[in-house]
């Protein structure tokens, strides 16, 4: 489903700046994978989900999405393809706008529908079921601008805005870590409920070393822009948070 190849990132090259921010990763995920990836500050996390989603081109190597290579492919046609949350729920929405324009906006750049269509009712009241199915009584709030919700309905938002047309590829980037731990539960709970309905290919970066080990079913530790460690089935059963805090200690 997702297949990264010797994917390299130097920043600053020449300069005495120059940082190697993704060595030679290489990755695969078979469809339907949910991974979580922990590692320090600076250990490449971010960086790998830049490369995936087209912030910048990798400097070498390949990525190939459900068979298609997009390693040349400009960030808003791969977009079509890849939803993305962020730590800040704000990023990536239009808090000017209401939040039905929001989700239309996420649906026709999904879709591949014309950006000046207006809002029909049909999508009106697509898009007022979907929101209800996130049980925070946004239904009712189609015409309010996104920058005056919460910051735990802006991500649930987001994070409806990401899947609206489901995605081959979910990327999420610590969508909960700006938010209260109740808050935060909730948005995480809906987010597994929409990847297992669905059967979303995820990636979601966390610092949360028990939620790693909980949440999907493969486990990957970055250190120094390379997969230190690749967990899944009997050996991630087995790993304990105190075994994994001390290899995360020790990476970092």
Known sequence: MLRLENISKTFHAGTPNQRVALCDVSLYLPKGDFVTIV???GAGKTTLMNAISGVFLADGGSIVLDGQDITFL????????????????????APNMTIAENL???YKQASGGSMRVGIGKKLLAYFAEQLALLELGLEDRLKTKLGLLSGGQRQAVTLLMATICTPKLLM????TAALDPATGEKVLRLTQEIIQKEKITTIMVT???????????RTIMMDNG???LDLSGDARKSMTVEALMTKFKLSV
């Open 172 to 175: 999420l980037d610590e969508h």
């Open 74 to 93: 400009p960030e808003h046609k791969r977009a079509k393809h890849i939803g993305r949350l962020f730590q800040d729920p704000m990023k990536g929405t």
């Open 104 to 106: 239309a906006l996420a």
């Open 39 to 41: 590692g320090g500050n």
């Open 207 to 217: 610092h949360n070393i028990a939620s790693a080990l909980e949440l999907g079913n």
């Open 226 to 228: 390379k997969v230190a």
